[in-house]
Structure formats: C-alpha cells, structure tokens
C-alpha cells in the first residue's frame, strides 16, 4: 500500500508545466501508437517519473488509448511498467487487424 500511496502523491504533484507539454504531446502523437485509436487518449510515461523519468521530456512520453495504457503500458497492473512500451507498441500497431 505504501508505494501505491506514493505513485498517488507523486500523481498530485504533477509539474504546473505537465498539462501544456501533455496537450502538446497529443497534437503532435493524436493516436494510440498500439492499437491507432484516436479517442480516450493518454499520455504515458515510457519511464515513470518515480523511476527516474523525467516528467516533461517529450522522449519520454508515447500517446496510449486508455486500454493500451493498461495493457501496454502497465502490462495489466498500474503498479508496473513496461520498459520496452515503444517497441512493444509498434510491433502492435503493425499487427493491428483491421475491420
């Protein structure tokens, strides 16, 4: 419960600049880069913040439907991450079955 309530906190104290750099993000990545949807969009941390990632940097963020940020991001628990996102997102969006 500890480290749940400290990614909570961390969450909280968000930099004042994180809702500019998100939007910017978004406009420049306006799809989910695993599965290309282009609602629900979340801006996921490649490397998370309390691991050292750096918050503002556009290298380290990747535009995730709210779906692939549980799944791709997070492999199914939000207490983990994937290092491999990117790579593993792409090898996604080139699989996607399209209907």
Excluded: Y
Excluded at 29 to 39: H, N, R, S, T, V
Excluded at 56 to 63: A, F, G, K, V
Aim: charged letters at 25%; proline letters at 4%.
């Amino acid at each position: 419960m500890f480290r749940w309530l400290s990614q909570a906190v961390e969450v909280l104290s968000r930099s004042g600049k994180w809702k500019t750099v998100r939007l910017r993000h978004l406009e420049k990545e306006p799809i989910c880069q695993a599965c290309l949807k282009d609602d629900d969009l979340e801006v996921h941390h490649i490397l998370p913040v309390h691991a050292g990632g750096d918050e503002l940097s556009p290298e380290n963020l990747i535009t995730l439907c709210h779906h692939c940020h549980f799944c791709v991001g997070h492999a199914c628990s939000w207490t983990s991450w994937r290092p491999d996102v990117v790579s593993l997102a792409s090898a996604l969006r080139r699989s996607a079955v399209m209907r």
